[in-house]
């Protein structure tokens, strides 16, 4: 089969897997409802077309934070790629580059930092928990800043790791397929440190002190947590659940996203993941307030499916069905998708 | 299986079709959302029937743009009817003036626009799409004009050509099985070329100045276009989203109708296409502001099943079961199909 | 397999049953929508239960245009019973009388009204239509009140018969087993001549001249032609969609219920039928504004399996669900089963 | 399988228990409705997690009418434990024992509630009916005051035995697997004298006549019914619906809960069962309202699956899904699980 849409490389990428790493990927936490509540909240929002506009040029260029991407659409930080191909993050910042958009590094990723920016010259985010020593996790920060990183990405919605019992069931240690490289030199940082983070927004402040780089904070679902971001002077949000692995029940980060851009009101920028299979996903969410979306298991699959080529033509998939769903919407830009665009 | 009704119909003429035209015919965009939902959609209204009315006589006439017809069904433009009968449009055409309705001609036709002229003494409408070169589209516009068709009819949902996988996993090529009989002696015009359309408003205006046969666009979908379509003075709306062959994922037609019925309030007609495939769904329809339906798919299964006879015996089938609703509605004709007619 | 409750019954029926006559009693007309909105309606429907209510007599008697009655559960009628058991409606009318409730006896039974009343002493009620020629009717009427029926049922949703695709596939005529023995001797009534009748508001006028019997009138599904019943005077209504049988897409017939009880305000007795397979059932219609509740199907399934034992046995069932419903919701009367039972 | 939810327990309960006993601890009663709407209306509700907030310690201790509670999680009264395990009641008492929880006692548990008091030191209640000599409720409760019981629950929907159709097709005997142990002297008392109780609102105050323990009301779902509660002085509501097996047809607990709730404003105990699987259940129900839940299948299942351990364990495995529940949605003790938690 080739692949023409996302859902094929997924298939595809069952295929190809191991099925103790398929299933990681695939996985959500307990009973899998917010995963699945993703997917449904999409399908079930309705478009409202317009006709007889413009769309001779369709413009879905933005700026994340101040740097320039070819479309809204960018990489969800996921740990260690070399889960599923030997480059690992040298692929996928290859095919973010090349796809002129932007990658999220995750601080679990199996390159350094330094690795992956010398990689790329796109632009590049880092992702990072706070460990429990936030010495470990400030040292981390400065490098990136150091290696060039545009921003630094808090992600709070793992005071402890969701319950994903496909990976119990299967064992699944993921430090058996991709090393930690950020963390190599560091005495005793294993993922099981990662099972009791203890941050507060006192956190946010500590890392603002910390540094320059724009701080971002993901993980959010709701309007009261996104205004205490806004208050503690945050540069973006980016709403999420974590693609279903964390809090099960929790809301699909769609359904999150309307009370979120109502409270922020423009106040700092916002993204949204979780769920995004298409290109009309993709303009769902820039109608309900997203600024940009980001992908996560999209990515894998294609990695898995073709290394570099794969992400890159995942990413290639979207912009075109992003495209074509703009045209056929009558928006010829992204400020033309705005609520009118969904059905109420 | 002797069919008795439309679903009779597209079963049998799944098993005597060519597999990949089955699915060009059957395919809608991308994850064919629109696609059920314009079913479905028709299948969660719910229908408050009167009694003891006088159903003795049911009147189901209707004019359509000032053409008398004898019900208010017509037929859909689709293109290449020989892609399931050799006879193609001459078939459609037949059947449509035996049914005394109405036949809208694509202008993507297997026949010409004046062999189909002549083949029949009912009203016809042209539908169009505007081709890169304005002065194809003026050509044939004229063409119909002389050969006596009473309306045009432009599209304006296909800004470019719908995803539509099916086919694109099939390499289909409708071409192959039916040809663009009114292009055939213009340099260059291949439905490739319909890959990306420029239509905007002025489109309108300017087919506005080429012929004074009345205007319908194709394809709208909500208040604010039907809106501006009034303001352009356009004779009539099709509510459409292209048999969910186009922007997956775009709210049903007959969801769209209630919003453009009262956005319009009269001051152009109303007719909807999309999912019809009982007499109740036409009933439906004009309780909901529609004047007519037109139904493109249940034609192509007739004329697969039996050409000619079967385009015919699909639209008497309807026209029996439209006559059985009203009657069991107690609605006697049609200015009786009001919105107390549905539960709301 | 001893059956224990109604879908037991249905179950058995169906393995004992000419496959022809089984789909002829499950079917509804053509997609078969309100035939499962009858049930679905119902399963929707949420119980408030009370407690320590005292329960310990459950009064579950009831009048019926005077006549006193059991249980709130009687027999619809339902055309020529012969075709499930050699007896007839002789094994309908015992059942009727053990379980101390009422029969509505079909004008199409295949034993005569004065047969059917002779074997019972139960109160029975005429359900007619009106023929082409009012004489043949008004002769039956006639009939029936010389007879000891005790009123008669108007059914207003037939001005044709219902598109019932089941019987048309399988050329299923119902004469070949059971005889119009109503119209024996009587030129030229045959099933075929019900197809289209021309009642109205004036044919209620007539029945009114021509009986002093009270008149209900059965198949009403809105709160208008409740209105247009009570001010000509009716006695009863019964909220009805023919079991599916009729205009497919119509409401659930316990849907139409609320708004019906609203404009009638008590002032003619409301009765239903649709649905009915639990006592829980008969309980929610009656809180939602029914008097009593008529089966139709559940009845020919008993018979079908144990001639008069087995329709005893249905009623009883039944009668034995409501005492349990009402018992475990603490409604220990009829009148305690209002509004506030059902979950808004 | 290891099991490592609660699923997995009712799977591996199932394979190890006789079909028959499985059915009887499986079913609800009639077309099991409310029994499913149990589970589902819990997965319906979506959770709005907080992020950011200190989760560093979790504390889910409560008391319970004064009886201090590690967790909000205790187990549901049902009858004779020997039905799936030969040490009974007291397998359970020891697994509440040493998860620090409650164990409600049923008054036909197949112990005697003298020797489930000896086995344990943990809080215990007891669960009765009023059976038809209130005297032998009456020396029941002052056997269990005696015994140091600390409280008394009177389950309030039961005017007679739900109709449990797989326990009627098995013809199933509770009594022949597990003794009725506090009755064995009792002349006369048996499951069948339970079919027909008829409590009302003056047996309450006749148990709290009888004794000075607290008095719980277990089975109401209505506001209406929890206001009078209120009233007669009870010292706590269980909301329930007797795990689906009483009215069929009956709102899920956890639907009747915010009404309740409201109506009580804080002037007794409220607590539910119906349901609860999951740690997230649990949360869900605090935050609508509860103090604390109780389970009751469950326990059941892991018993037959591994006896006390067995039930420890479904303790501990909801124990812990509550507390990483607690710690996800950034709420880290039950005063913070209020109703901000679900999305409206």
Redesign the interface.
């Known amino acids: 089969m080739e692949p023409?849409?996302l859902f094929d490389y997924e298939k595809l990428a069952q295929e190809r897997l191991d099925p103790a790493i398929w299933e990681h990927i695939y996985g959500g936490s307990?009973?899998e409802?917010t995963l699945h509540?993703n997917r449904s909240a999409f399908?079930h929002?309705?478009?409202?077309?317009?006709?007889?506009?413009?769309?001779?040029t369709i413009d879905m260029h933005i700026s994340a934070l101040g740097a320039p991407l070819s479309m809204p659409i960018g990489i969800a930080p996921s740990a260690g790629h070399q889960i599923v191909v030997p480059e690992g993050e040298y692929a996928t910042a290859h095919a973010a580059e090349q796809a002129n958009t932007l990658m999220i590094v995750s601080c679990f990723a199996s390159r350094t930092v330094e690795e992956i920016a010398s990689a790329t010259t796109g632009p590049l985010w880092l992702q990072i928990y706070t460990h429990r020593s936030l010495e470990i996790t400030g040292r981390l920060v400065q490098r990136a800043e150091h290696a060039g990183y545009r921003a630094i990405v808090l992600t709070?919605?793992t005071?402890?790791l969701?319950?994903r019992?496909r990976d119990?069931?299967n064992n699944f240690q993921r430090t058996q397929y991709a090393p930690l490289a950020n963390f190599i030199d560091t005495t005793g940082t294993t993922p099981a440190q990662l099972n009791?983070l203890?941050?507060?927004?006192e956190?946010?402040d500590w890392l603002r002190s910390l540094t320059k780089l724009p701080i971002l904070?993901k993980?959010?679902?709701?309007a009261?947590?996104a205004l205490?971001a806004v208050e503690r002077g945050v540069d973006g949000i980016i709403v999420s659940?974590h693609g279903g692995r964390?809090?099960?029940?929790?809301?699909?980060s769609i359904?999150?996203l309307p009370e979120i851009a109502l409270a922020v009101a423009e106040r700092c920028e916002i993204y949204l993941d979780g769920g995004i299979r298409?290109g009309?996903d993709v303009m769902?969410a820039i109608a309900l307030g997203a600024r940009a979306v980001f992908i996560g298991r999209p990515i894998l699959w294609g990695m898995a499916v073709a290394g570099e080529i794969g992400a890159k033509h995942v990413l290639e998939i979207l912009r075109q069905?992003l495209y074509?769903?703009m045209?056929?919407?009558?928006r010829p830009d992204l400020a033309a998708l705005d609520r009118?665009l969904i059905?109420s």
């Open positions: 023409i849409n307990e009973d409802v509540a399908e929002l309705r478009l409202r077309p317009r006709v007889l506009v413009d769309v001779s709070v919605d005071a402890h969701g319950r019992e119990l069931r009791h203890i941050d507060t927004w956190t946010v904070l993980g959010i679902l709701t009261e947590d205490l659940n964390q809090l099960d029940g929790a809301l699909a359904e999150a298409r009309s769902k069905e074509m769903a045209t056929l919407a009558g009118s059905k």
